[in-house]
């Protein structure tokens, strides 16, 4: 399975972006997709998930009210819309999937399969 992250860039503060992640393999179907973040000399943090069935979303309090989630369930498609970006979003931006039922989505343990990455740098 592969996860293929896109969409990351330079933007001012109180700009936006648009991530997108494209999961595939031959027979991979996802229950779940995510993304997560990591700041220079940071932990990953959670950032935002959806579950496909019943279409639940899950968004960290940091990024409520200004990042939504959303996605195709049929092409494995995950996107990020990101605005009212601040220099404290600046991190390299990861998507995951998991092909399971999980009790929670803010963990990375939760996800099996991970993206490379993509940049965001938000300047002040």
């Known amino acids: 399975v592969q996860l293929q992250a896109s969409g990351g860039g330079l933007v001012q503060a109180g700009g936006s972006l648009r991530l997108s992640c494209a999961a595939s393999?031959?027979?991979?179907?996802?229950?779940?997709m995510g993304w997560f973040r990591q700041a220079p000399g940071k932990e990953h943090e959670f950032v935002a998930a959806?579950?496909?069935?019943?279409?639940?979303?899950y968004l960290a309090d940091s990024v409520k009210g200004r990042f939504t989630i959303a996605g195709d369930n049929a092409k494995n498609t995950v996107y990020l819309q990101m605005s009212s970006l601040k220099p404290e979003d600046t991190a390299l931006y990861y998507c995951?999937?998991?092909?399971?039922?999980?009790?929670?989505?803010?963990?990375?343990?939760?996800?099996?399969?991970w993206g490379q990455g993509t940049l965001v740098t938000v300047s002040s």
């Open positions: 995951a999937a998991t092909a399971y039922y999980r009790g929670s989505y803010v963990y990375t343990a939760s996800f099996e399969y």
């Open positions: 959806t579950r496909w069935s019943g279409g639940r979303t």
């Open positions: 393999g031959r027979t991979f179907s996802s229950y779940a």
